[in-house]
């Protein structure tokens, strides 16, 4: 098990190996030369990580940390690359992450390059919710919870914004009613709500 803070590979470091998220959660991040980090994505069971040179050569391009308690099967790289080689299956599930990352990084550049704040928020919330929501019972109302415990600040570098207007943007959409927030819980009470907000419908696949 790798605990909480400890990083799993560090961006420019020679890759190795692959990652696969057996349980916990990973939160991948570019670090910026003025030190400042920049989320990616986080990453939970089933998911590789420590891409997108899965099948070995070149750096990492980024970095990679246990949120919380992880546990995680490492793959050699030349071993990937020779199971890949000889199962199809495995080859098109390598496909098929990289797919899933390249279109979820560039879902996050259009949104930093040509949204405001509020609608980049409302975005990567019901992202987040289409990959990680847990729906609640019937007496909800349809309320759907984000399972994974994101910050604050986490959030506001997934969404390319200060701290300060992305607590002021999540405070607004809780007094829309559209989300509640408390102990780092994200809960969508109006998925549509959300989805409305968006001036231009971007469909995410998970």
Same mark, same amino acid.
């Given at each position: 098990?790798?605990?909480a803070?400890?990083?799993?590979?560090?961006?420019?470091?020679?890759? &190795?190996?692959? =990652?696969?998220? *057996?349980?916990g #959660?990973?939160?991948t991040?570019?670090?910026?030369?003025? @030190?400042?980090? +920049? &989320?990616l994505? =986080?990453?939970? *069971?089933?998911n #590789?990580v420590?891409?997108?040179?899965f099948?070995?050569g @070149?750096?990492h +391009?980024?970095?990679?940390k246990?949120?919380?308690?992880?546990?995680v099967?490492a793959i050699?790289d030349?071993?990937?690359?020779?199971l890949?080689?000889?199962?199809?299956?495995?080859?098109?599930?390598?496909?098929?992450?990289?797919?899933?990352?390249?279109?979820?990084?560039s879902i996050?550049?259009?949104?930093h390059?040509?949204?405001?704040?509020?609608?980049?928020?409302?975005?990567?919330?019901?992202?987040l919710?289409?990959i990680?929501g847990?729906?609640?019972?019937?007496?909800?109302?349809?309320?759907?919870?984000i399972?994974?415990?994101?910050?604050?600040?986490?959030?506001?570098?997934l969404?390319?914004?200060?701290?300060?207007?992305?607590n002021?943007t999540?405070?607004?959409?809780?007094?829309l009613?559209?989300?509640?927030?408390?102990?780092?819980?994200?809960?969508?009470?109006?998925?549509?709500?959300?989805?409305?907000?968006s001036?231009?419908?971007?469909?995410?696949?998970?």
């Open positions: 098990m790798i605990p803070g400890q990083r799993l590979f560090d961006q420019g470091s020679l890759h &190795t190996c692959t =990652y696969i998220v *057996e349980e #959660l990973v939160r991040y570019y670090c910026a030369l003025s @030190g400042r980090e +920049i &989320t994505g =986080y990453w939970s *069971e089933g #590789l420590g891409g997108p040179n099948f070995g @070149g750096y +391009i980024w970095s990679g246990a949120v919380r308690k992880t546990r099967l050699g030349s071993d990937l690359k020779q890949a080689t000889h199962d199809p299956d495995i080859l098109f599930w390598v496909a098929e992450a990289m797919a899933f990352k390249l279109r979820w990084l996050l550049f259009q949104l390059g040509t949204e405001p704040v509020r609608q980049r928020l409302a975005k990567i919330l019901v992202m919710s289409d990680y847990a729906p609640e019972d019937d007496r909800s109302g349809g309320a759907i919870t399972k994974h415990k994101i910050s604050q600040s986490d959030l506001a570098t969404v390319g914004a200060s701290r300060q207007w992305t002021k999540l405070n607004e959409l809780q007094e009613g559209l989300i509640t927030l408390a102990n780092r819980q994200i809960r969508i009470l109006n998925l549509q709500g959300l989805n409305a907000m001036s231009e419908e971007m469909d995410f696949v998970d």
